[in-house]
């Protein structure tokens, strides 16, 4: 019932090729992480700003971000946009579907990190003859960014786990689609794919136990 | 100077400034007292346009505050304020706390603005704290680090609304004392206050708001010795 023979040598010697493309999966998540907060930033101005439109806007971004399945937005960004006659590569395409998704979910943990900085930093701010656009750069955001600091590392780690959705649109050179590039060339399945749950967990661990060393050290006050 | 012509201010159906006139020359240091809900702290906040008011004038030096022209950012420049919270900045320390808006709204250099800001708090007794990160100091300190703060744009005018009413009692007299080294050094003030004795010590003029309206106006001496109101009789007596 049971004659599965495990060959870790012979998927072993694939490691080099499965670490390249975990270099491809950290490049995809921190790139759609670095966009990712500037839009969500963007977002979460447009929020702000007292333009029905632009909230709008924001708001209907953060609702569909958060509430479809993130394999919808990363097909969107490629079958979707593709019907129009826009064709993306799997790079740019999953690249694009989870900087969206990321943009979503930071603007709403921007949203409550604002909630927890007081209306009257802002006034103190105003007080000092600040514009608002400067009580915002130099008091607000700072704040805003570091109490996020923490949902942001999960964001991170939920981007880096979302890479793998992107075999879905022909990625085949991130370490999801390495992987199953092997498997179909040595049918060992089990071995390879436990080596890269193994390579992802060791990636998203070090970014955690990263991101709170960093906290720890950085924002001590 | 600073002119307060019919002022009249509502939040809603409440109306929190009845008609209030007021005139403050150069150098002058003047305290409001009064019970909470007199207005007292909603005409501060209107002086220097933090909020908009119903009817009557306001101006500083010649500029009309709520006028739609006037541009409130620089008009703010040359009036401080301080608040009963002191709204330190918790991520900036205390020195970059001071240099901030000396560096983004006056356009200084950083090393003039940290000539200024260090002149400033070792003025207000934090030479000290310099790097320290504002939650790491005690009440006291952070108010002072806020006046400091609100000097470091040498303003012409200060307000200030109730600065020591947050205050643990220990930490009010260093508070008070650096207001009154202010008032001596001659800077045009506005003080609300519950400190009598303060008041009765430091000011010039001392009005008494009571709902909405300034009922009475005078010399410390008439006012906490000789009151005319009845109302403030009875404050005073309460307070007493």
Known sequence: ?221 | MIEIQNVRKSFGQLEVLKGIDLNVAKGEVVTVIGGSGSGKSTLLTCINGLEPIDSGKIIVDGTEVHAKSTDLNKLRQKIGIVFQQWNAFPHLTVLENVTLAPRKVLGMSKADAEAIAEKQLKHVGLGDKLSTHPTRLSGGQQQRMAIARALAMSPDYMLFDEVTSALDPQLVGEVLETLKMLAEEGMTMILVTHEMSFARDVSDRVAFFHQGIMAEIGAPEQIFGDPQHEETQKFLASVR
């Open chain 1, 1 to 221: 019932m049971f004659d599965y023979t495990f060959q870790w040598k012979q998927v072993l010697a694939r490691l080099p090729k499965m670490l390249d493309g975990a270099m491809v999966t950290m490049e995809v998540a921190v790139l759609s992480m670095l966009i990712g907060i500037v839009l969500a930033i963007v977002l979460t101005v447009m929020r702000r700003s007292g333009s029905r439109p632009l909230a709008a806007f924001a708001t209907t971004w953060v609702e569909v971000a958060r509430n479809t399945p993130a394999l919808f937005q990363i097909y969107m960004a490629h079958f979707g946009i593709a019907s129009f006659g826009i064709h993306f590569s799997p790079f740019t395409s999953l690249l694009i579907g989870i900087t969206f998704n990321n943009a979503g979910y930071l603007a709403e943990n921007f949203r409550g990190a604002l909630k927890a900085i007081p209306e009257t930093q802002t006034r103190a701010g105003r007080s000092l003859g600040m514009t608002s656009s400067q009580s915002f750069r130099f008091i607000i955001l700072p704040q805003m960014l570091r109490i996020a600091f923490l949902p942001m590392t999960n964001q991170m780690v939920w981007a880096i786990l979302m890479t793998s959705l992107g075999v879905t649109v022909g990625m085949n050179t991130d370490l999801y689609g390495v992987t199953q590039d092997l498997n179909a060339l040595t049918f060992r399945t089990f071995e390879l794919f436990a080596i890269a749950g193994v390579i992802f967990y060791i990636i998203t661990k070090v970014i955690t136990l990263g991101a709170r060393l960093a906290a720890a050290r950085l924002f001590r006050y």
